[in-house]
């Protein structure tokens, strides 16, 4: 448990729409497969947040990993190479 | 596109318990089979994702059970961060089950909450019932508190036989339920178990009349995984689709999450007018036709509304009159995010018309939500200030606590007026130095707020600075906030009105408590009286409760027997509303404890004193720990456990040099102090601090009683006497009549030891004299009074009943007051009678007595015969025992 904020990405099952995707405002979207991966620096309370988040949404929960340990005091900012807009599914 | 509510039926649809009928859900008879078998254990835990079907399972069950069998439903409400609420919602529903007559007392909140005492309401309310009974409580997890955990684990794991308790939560709660789980009395139903078979999503879409290929079938189960709520979506946008095998073939072959998908298509597939709805009425947690229509714009929502919920859309009544509904909570956090994506502009205004319309309605909380909500921060904290002391009697401190989190950056900084809540939550909570800091944040706020918000805040800083005074027992404090007592009550609107009564009540209960508190003001009881009265009216119980616990202290002199029926009335009423440890009854148990003690009555005073812990709940007030602390002292003294009584006193002597200015009974205190100390053998420590005390007290009657006690631990009677002469010549004051046969029983004491045993007797009968009356004991036996009480031959005493009880109790034997039997009232005896069996405990026989009272033996056996046939006993032991009981060897009877 970190109180600083680590950087995470958490797998989801199915794509996410422009809807469900505004729960997560702090996190960015990455389409894999038939899943929806969302990755971005979060503390516990952030994290936890997000997990009911999903919970409340019924997304299905695949895996949450955290990529890399809590940023440094030195303040090394990881810059996603990363769309800059969440992708949004087109009917 | 057709709409999926169709014209709804305007009939309430209830079966019992609020429960309502099945709505198209089809029969699932495995699980309505594993329901049944779990039905013989204790208790059952259907734990599921959102969506999976839990609440209409258990609909569809509850409303196949026998109508014999009772059935008891709560829901927790979302978010519920007060877990007093939910047990009240809990013991509403036990309690509708016994059929209660309308017009029963429903239970009420109250800050003061202990949840222990609840489940033991709940239980016993079960525990009464006959018939099979099941408690449905569904959406466990919205509970907030670990407490409310713990305590629904102390209901589970006790239900009464016959009762089956079934639970439905979307995650794993902490319940420590491995007891039953090792019993085999827990069974449990998870995701798994609850998803619907291909043949069930075969028998459902049938049911809704939605006809699809087999193979549509097998991709539309193997696509929603058989989740219940991705299938009740699909029939949704299914029915009247013109091209269902399309449908299917599109939402199975798209890679989009099941419940997004879902909601947008049947969202897409509605009328505009239930979209309209849907969309703008998902910022409420819930909603009727009125509310709708205002969000909309439009009217007709309450027809939307019953159609949605006929169509099983996720949308159900919440009443039985079906005006109140909430949508299914996945339901409503897409429809949420969806209006915030798709009309972002009109959030802030839905918000705002919702916290109007709640504010009108009296739904304070929910107003201040929206508010929030809309972000007009300066609005929610002025409303959270005006009703906070209506929501601190209401027992919702912790969503005050909620509400309060909630607001932007440092509350204290951006909105002072917060300060007010602060201070409330803290006083509650017996945060005393917070609560003080905060307040002088509020009145320093209150001076400079803007002109129409002044007599709001100015009224909230006098109640708070009255209920700090009471805390910290200063009188003239609590008399300088008391002044707008005697202007009367100002408002031009019933609501302002009704503010005001409120404060006036907290006003005088605060005033009135004082005054008994202190040494020589006499208008506590009529303040107090007058504080009852007017909650009555106003529909406050608590504050009553809380007027009348104060004066069951207040009116403890001159009269015990007095304070003893105003304790136990207010006791009586509290208990009626489960406030049986509530803080608010700590005076009036610590005044019936006071007063068993003094009649001897330990065992039961020593129950008593435990509720008094519980109730304090480790409040440090000094004023009332001083009470309770004496009182545990009295009773230690009376058992002679000599060292516990030296130390609660000491702790008495504490907390009372805390105190700001003396208090009634200071002189007991400090003289009981001093006694036990001399009694323990530290006679030079005693004389010492007899010698130092510097205290305007020096000179009464309690302390000459202490001086004496000393005088005779270092062995010279002589002096004992001079101590106690002015106390038993009516020179020296005293606060009670037992301090003057406290000085009598010592008095004796010097005399025996000086071989004056004539006078000795004289002393000793003087006190049971004064005694009696009250049927005080305690000075008796707190002096070791014991052996001369002996040497005075019963026949020589016109007390004889009362010398008998104070025998036994010296000898360790408890008396006790047993509750009156309800169903036959005391046994009314003639003064004559009584005169004749206050001699039966004596050893005279029937002439002496006659004797004694100048009557011929005739009528002494004429006499008996009545009192052993009122008294239903048959010998001479069993009438005095029962005489006893009944306290009728004492004419202060207080019956």
């Given at each position: 448990?970190?109180?600083?904020?680590?950087?995470?990405?958490?797998?989801?099952?199915?794509?996410?729409?422009?809807?469900?995707?505004?729960?997560?405002?702090?996190?960015?979207?990455?389409?894999?497969?038939?899943?929806?991966?969302?990755?971005?620096?979060?503390?516990?309370?952030?994290?936890?947040?997000?997990?009911?988040?999903?919970?409340?949404?019924?997304?299905?929960?695949?895996?949450?990993?955290?990529?890399?340990?809590?940023?440094?005091?030195?303040?090394?900012?990881?810059?996603?190479?990363?769309?800059?807009?969440?992708?949004?599914?087109?009917? | 596109?057709?709409?999926?509510?169709?014209?709804?039926?305007?009939?309430?649809?209830?079966?019992?318990?609020?429960?309502?009928?099945?709505?198209?859900?089809?029969?699932?008879?495995?699980?309505?089979?594993?329901?049944?078998?779990?039905?013989?254990?204790?208790?059952?835990?259907?734990?599921?994702?959102?969506?999976?079907?839990?609440?209409?399972?258990?609909?569809?069950?509850?409303?196949?059970?026998?109508?014999?069998?009772?059935?008891?439903?709560?829901?927790?409400?979302?978010?519920?961060?007060d877990a007093q609420l939910f047990w009240l919602a809990m013991l509403k529903?036990v309690r509708?089950?016994?059929?209660?007559?309308?017009?029963a007392e429903p239970p009420k909140a109250s800050p003061d909450f202990d949840g222990a005492a609840m489940v033991d309401r709940v239980l016993a309310e079960?525990?009464?019932?006959?018939?099979?009974?099941?408690?449905?409580?569904?959406?466990?997890?919205?509970?907030?508190?670990?407490e409310?955990?713990?305590h629904?684990?102390?209901?589970?794991?006790?239900?009464?036989?016959?009762?089956?308790?079934?639970?439905?939560?979307?995650?794993?709660?902490?319940?420590?339920?491995?007891?039953?789980?090792?019993?085999?009395?827990?069974?449990?139903?998870?995701?798994?178990?609850?998803?619907?078979?291909?043949?069930?999503?075969?028998?459902?879409?049938?049911?809704?009349?939605?006809?699809?290929?087999?193979?549509?079938?097998?991709?539309?189960?193997?696509?929603?995984?058989?989740?219940?709520?991705?299938?009740?979506?699909?029939?949704?946008?299914?029915?009247?689709?013109?091209?269902?095998?399309?449908?299917?073939?599109?939402?199975?072959?798209?890679?989009?999450?099941?419940?997004?998908?879902?909601?947008?298509?049947?969202?897409?597939?509605?009328?505009?007018?239930?979209?309209?709805?849907?969309?703008?009425?998902?910022?409420?947690?819930?909603?009727?036709?009125?509310?709708?229509?205002?969000?909309?714009?439009?009217?007709?929502?309450?027809?939307?509304?019953?159609?949605?919920?006929?169509?099983?859309?996720?949308?159900?009544?919440?009443?039985?009159?079906?005006?109140?509904?909430?949508?299914?909570?996945?339901?409503?956090?897409?429809?949420?995010?969806?209006?915030?994506?798709?009309?972002?502009?009109?959030?802030?205004?839905?918000?705002?018309?919702?916290?109007?319309?709640?504010?009108?309605?009296?739904?304070?909380?929910?107003?201040?939500?929206?508010?929030?909500?809309?972000?007009?921060?300066?609005?929610?904290?002025?409303?959270?200030?005006?009703?906070?002391?209506g929501m601190m009697l209401d027992g919702q401190e912790e969503?005050?606590?909620?509400?309060?989190?909630?607001?932007?950056?440092?509350?204290?900084?951006?909105?002072?007026?917060?300060?007010?809540?602060?201070?409330?939550?803290?006083m509650v909570h017996g945060?005393?130095?917070?609560?003080?800091?905060?307040?002088?944040?509020?009145?320093?706020?209150?001076?400079?707020?803007?002109?129409?918000?002044?007599?709001?805040?100015?009224?909230?800083?006098?109640?708070?600075?009255?209920s700090?005074?009471r805390?910290?027992?200063?009188?003239?404090?609590?008399?300088?906030?008391?002044?707008?007592?005697?202007?009367?009550?100002?408002?031009?609107?019933?609501?302002?009105?009704?503010?005001?009564?409120e404060?006036?009540v907290v006003?005088?209960m605060n005033?009135?408590a004082?005054?008994?508190?202190?040494?020589?003001?006499?208008?506590?009881?009529?303040?107090l009286?007058?504080g009852a009265?007017?909650a009555r009216?106003i529909g406050r119980p608590y504050l009553e409760v809380a007027c009348l616990s104060q004066l069951g202290f207040?009116?403890?002199?001159?009269?015990?027997?007095?304070?003893?029926?105003r304790s136990e009335e207010a006791i009586a009423l509290a208990e009626e509303h489960g406030w049986g440890t509530a803080h608010i009854l700590a005076p009036a148990l610590i005044s019936l404890a006071?007063?068993?003690?003094?009649?001897?009555?330990?065992?039961?005073?020593?129950g008593v004193v435990h509720r008094v812990d519980l109730a304090l709940r480790g409040d440090?007030g000094?004023?009332i720990?001083?009470?309770a602390?004496?009182?545990?002292?009295?009773?230690?003294?009376?058992?002679?456990?000599?060292?516990?009584?030296?130390?609660?006193?000491?702790?008495?002597?504490?907390?009372?040099?805390?105190?700001?200015?003396?208090?009634?009974?200071?002189?007991?205190?400090?003289?009981?102090?001093?006694?036990?100390?001399?009694?323990?053998?530290?006679?030079?420590?005693?004389?010492?601090?007899?010698?130092?005390?510097?205290?305007?007290?020096?000179?009464?009657?309690?302390?000459?009683?202490?001086?004496?006690?000393?005088?005779?631990?270092?062995?010279?009677?002589?002096?004992?006497?001079?101590?106690?002469?002015?106390?038993?010549?009516?020179?020296?004051?005293?606060?009670?009549?037992?301090?003057?046969?406290?000085?009598?029983?010592?008095?004796?004491?010097?005399?025996?030891?000086?071989?004056?045993?004539?006078?000795?007797?004289?002393?000793?009968?003087?006190?049971?004299?004064?005694?009696?009356?009250?049927?005080?004991?305690?000075?008796?036996?707190?002096?070791?009074?014991?052996?001369?009480?002996?040497?005075?031959?019963?026949?020589?005493?016109?007390?004889?009943?009362?010398?008998?009880?104070?025998?036994?109790?010296?000898?360790?034997?408890?008396?006790?007051?047993?509750?009156?039997?309800?169903?036959?009232?005391?046994?009314?005896?003639?003064?004559?009678?009584?005169?004749?069996?206050?001699?039966?405990?004596?050893?005279?026989?029937?002439?002496?007595?006659?004797?004694?009272?100048?009557?011929?033996?005739?009528?002494?056996?004429?006499?008996?015969?009545?009192?052993?046939?009122?008294?239903?006993?048959?010998?001479?032991?069993?009438?005095?025992?029962?005489?006893?009981?009944?306290?009728?060897?004492?004419?202060?009877?207080?019956?």
């Amino acid at each position: 448990m970190t109180a600083e904020p680590a950087l995470y990405t958490l797998r989801i099952e199915g794509h996410l729409g422009a809807t469900a995707l505004s729960a997560f405002p702090a996190l960015t979207a990455e389409r894999h497969a038939t899943q929806t991966v969302l990755v971005g620096m979060l503390d516990s309370s952030a994290l936890y947040g997000v997990l009911a988040q999903m919970e409340m949404l019924g997304l299905e929960l695949v895996a949450v990993t955290r990529v890399a340990g809590p940023a440094s005091a030195t303040g090394a900012h990881w810059n996603p190479a990363m769309p800059s807009h969440p992708l949004v599914d087109e009917p | 596109m057709a709409s999926i509510a169709g014209e709804p039926v305007h009939t309430p649809r209830r079966k019992q318990a609020g429960v309502p009928g099945p709505l198209r859900l089809i029969a699932r008879d495995t699980l309505q089979t594993a329901l049944d078998q779990a039905a013989s254990r204790k208790v059952t835990v259907v734990a599921a994702p959102a969506g999976s079907g839990k609440t209409s399972l258990l609909r569809a069950w509850a409303g196949r059970q026998d109508e014999r069998r009772g059935l008891a439903v709560v829901q927790v409400q979302r978010d519920q961060q007060d877990a007093q609420l939910f047990w009240l919602a809990m013991l509403k529903a036990v309690r509708a089950l016994s059929g209660e007559p309308v017009g029963a007392e429903p239970p009420k909140a109250s800050p003061d909450f202990d949840g222990a005492a609840m489940v033991d309401r709940v239980l016993a309310e079960l525990a009464g019932r006959r018939a099979r009974v099941t408690v449905l409580i569904d959406d466990v997890h919205e509970l907030g508190s670990a407490e409310a955990f713990t305590h629904l684990t102390r209901l589970l794991t006790n239900l009464p036989d016959g009762v089956h308790a079934i639970l439905a939560t979307r995650r794993d709660l902490p319940l420590r339920l491995h007891h039953l789980r090792l019993e085999g009395q827990l069974a449990e139903l998870r995701a798994a178990d609850l998803r619907f078979s291909e043949e069930e999503t075969r028998v459902l879409l049938t049911a809704a009349g939605i006809t699809l290929s087999d193979s549509a079938v097998t991709r539309l189960h193997e696509r929603t995984e058989g989740w219940a709520a991705g299938l009740r979506l699909a029939v949704l946008s299914l029915t009247g689709h013109p091209d269902p095998e399309r449908f299917v073939a599109e939402f199975t072959g798209s890679g989009r999450a099941v419940a997004e998908y879902l909601i947008a298509e049947m969202l897409e597939h509605q009328p505009e007018d239930v979209q309209n709805l849907l969309l703008r009425t998902s910022i409420l947690q819930r909603v009727n036709g009125e509310l709708a229509d205002l969000l909309t714009g439009r009217p007709g929502s309450t027809r939307i509304l019953l159609g949605l919920e006929d169509a099983n859309a996720f949308v159900v009544s919440l009443d039985a009159q079906r005006t109140w509904f909430r949508y299914h909570h996945m339901f409503t956090d897409l429809l949420r995010l969806e209006l915030r994506r798709s009309l972002p502009g009109e959030v802030q205004a839905l918000h705002r018309t919702a916290a109007a319309w709640f504010t009108v309605h009296g739904a304070h909380v929910e107003a201040v939500r929206h508010l929030q909500a809309a972000g007009d921060w300066s609005e929610a904290a002025e409303l959270l200030v005006d009703y906070s002391f209506g929501m601190m009697l209401d027992g919702q401190e912790e969503t005050m606590q909620t509400l309060l989190e909630a607001f932007p950056g440092r509350t204290g900084v951006n909105f002072p007026e917060l300060s007010a809540v602060r201070t409330m939550i803290d006083m509650v909570h017996g945060r005393l130095e917070e609560a003080a800091a905060h307040l002088a944040v509020t009145a320093a706020y209150a001076a400079s707020a803007p002109e129409d918000r002044r007599p709001r805040l100015e009224a909230a800083v006098a109640a708070l600075n009255l209920s700090m005074g009471r805390r910290r027992a200063s009188l003239p404090e609590v008399m300088r906030h008391a002044v707008f007592l005697d202007q009367p009550p100002a408002g031009q609107t019933d609501e302002e009105i009704a503010l005001g009564a409120e404060l006036r009540v907290v006003a005088l209960m605060n005033l009135g408590a004082m005054e008994a508190f202190a040494l020589g003001v006499s208008d506590g009881p009529r303040h107090l009286r007058e504080g009852a009265a007017l909650a009555r009216k106003i529909g406050r119980p608590y504050l009553e409760v809380a007027c009348l616990s104060q004066l069951g202290f207040a009116t403890k002199l001159p009269d015990f027997t007095a304070a003893r029926i105003r304790s136990e009335e207010a006791i009586a009423l509290a208990e009626e509303h489960g406030w049986g440890t509530a803080h608010i009854l700590a005076p009036a148990l610590i005044s019936l404890a006071c007063t068993m003690v003094w009649m001897g009555e330990f065992d039961d005073a020593e129950g008593v004193v435990h509720r008094v812990d519980l109730a304090l709940r480790g409040d440090e007030g000094p004023g009332i720990s001083t009470l309770a602390h004496l009182v545990k002292g009295m009773l230690h003294a009376g058992r002679f456990r000599l060292a516990e009584a030296a130390d609660a006193f000491g702790r008495a002597a504490e907390f009372q040099s805390r105190l700001p200015e003396p208090h009634a009974l200071g002189g007991y205190v400090i003289a009981w102090l001093l006694a036990t100390r001399a009694r323990l053998g530290a006679v030079q420590d005693a004389r010492d601090a007899l010698e130092a005390l510097d205290s305007p007290l020096i000179d009464s009657g309690e302390l000459r009683t202490a001086r004496a006690v000393v005088c005779l631990a270092e062995g010279d009677p002589d002096a004992a006497l001079a101590a106690v002469g002015p106390v038993n010549d009516r020179g020296a004051p005293v606060v009670h009549v037992a301090t003057v046969v406290e000085a009598n029983v010592l008095a004796a004491l010097a005399h025996d030891e000086l071989g004056a045993h004539k006078e000795a007797h004289e002393a000793l009968e003087c006190a049971l004299a004064l005694a009696e009356p009250q049927g005080l004991v305690l000075p008796f036996v707190m002096a070791g009074a014991g052996a001369v009480l002996e040497a005075l031959p019963p026949h020589r005493t016109a007390h004889a009943a009362l010398r008998a009880d104070i025998l036994d109790v010296a000898h360790g034997t408890s008396l006790t007051t047993p509750a009156p039997a309800p169903t036959a009232a005391p046994p009314e005896l003639s003064p004559a009678e009584i005169r004749v069996l206050r001699y039966l405990p004596t050893n005279l026989s029937r002439p002496e007595i006659a004797d004694e009272l100048s009557i011929s033996v005739n009528t002494v056996n004429t006499h008996v015969r009545n009192i052993y046939a009122k008294l239903q006993a048959t010998d001479r032991t069993s009438a005095v025992r029962r005489a006893r009981q009944l306290r009728l060897l004492a004419t202060g009877n207080p019956r």
